[in-house]
């Protein structure tokens, strides 16, 4: 059985930082793409970022280039997003998903975790 | 960047009913790329339709989608009480994959 199981939201300060995990199991975590999807309280999903299944390629949103890095640990099967200087517009679930292919174009989204609410307030 | 529009917003129907939901694309989805998901209060969405018209894994034969180009459909044949929740489509034929911003099928 597939499981992504995401930690380390909580709430910031603006201009603040956080590192959310995702620890992936039921599959071989080295062959797919990872992803993350957020949402904003009450709004519809915006996708993130995104990582090879080798980790040499990654996709930034305009709206976290810059701020926001992913990586992923395959000795671990764990994913990572780092979110550095924080802004209120950044609160919002975010989701831990598995894409269906190694690269992380022309792909959908078969599984979902259960997310974890990063709050930026002051 | 494709932007995706569903329609409508918000419908409201009554268990055992058709429901049918759009999602039209600014510009054509390259290969019919487009999937449909469900998602429930306080839940993570869940991959109901890939490809436009592929049921996933564990999905009921009541949900179906169709379309091509830039017009797709998702439609419920006959609505179940567990299927009353919001739905969002998500082209992933050209990259960034986007997706619609929602439509909200509730209980009238």
């Known amino acids: 059985e597939v499981q992504l199981v995401e930690s380390g939201g909580g709430s910031v300060q603006p201009g603040g930082s956080l590192r959310l995990s995702c620890s992936a199991s039921g599959f071989t975590f080295i062959s797919y793409a990872m992803h993350w999807v957020r949402q904003a309280p009450g709004k519809g999903l915006e996708y993130v970022s995104a990582?090879?299944?080798?980790?040499?390629?990654?996709y930034y949103a305009d709206s976290v280039k810059g701020r926001f890095t992913i990586s992923r640990d395959t000795s671990k099967n764990t994913l990572f997003l780092q979110m550095s200087s924080l802004r209120s517009e950044d609160t919002a679930v975010y989701y831990c998903?598995?894409?269906?292919?190694?690269?992380?174009?022309?792909?959908?989204?078969?599984?979902w975790g259960q997310g974890t609410l990063v709050t930026v307030s002051s | 960047e494709i932007v995706l529009t569903q329609s409508p917003g918000t419908l409201s129907l009554s268990p055992g009913e058709r429901a049918t939901l759009s999602c039209r694309a600014s510009q054509s989805v390259s290969s019919n790329y487009l999937a449909w998901y469900q998602q429930k209060p306080g839940q993570a969405p869940r991959l109901l339709i890939y490809?436009?018209?592929s049921r996933a894994t564990g999905i009921p034969d009541r949900f179906s989608g169709s379309g091509s180009g830039t017009d797709f459909t998702l439609t419920i044949s006959r609505l179940e009480p567990e299927d009353f929740a919001v739905y969002y489509c998500q082209q992933y034929g050209s990259s960034p994959g986007t997706f619609g911003q929602g439509t909200k099928l509730e209980i009238k």
């Open positions: 990582i090879s299944s080798n980790g040499g390629s990654t």
């Open positions: 490809g436009a018209s």
């Open positions: 998903v598995k894409g269906t292919g190694r690269g992380y174009n022309y792909v959908y989204f078969d599984y």
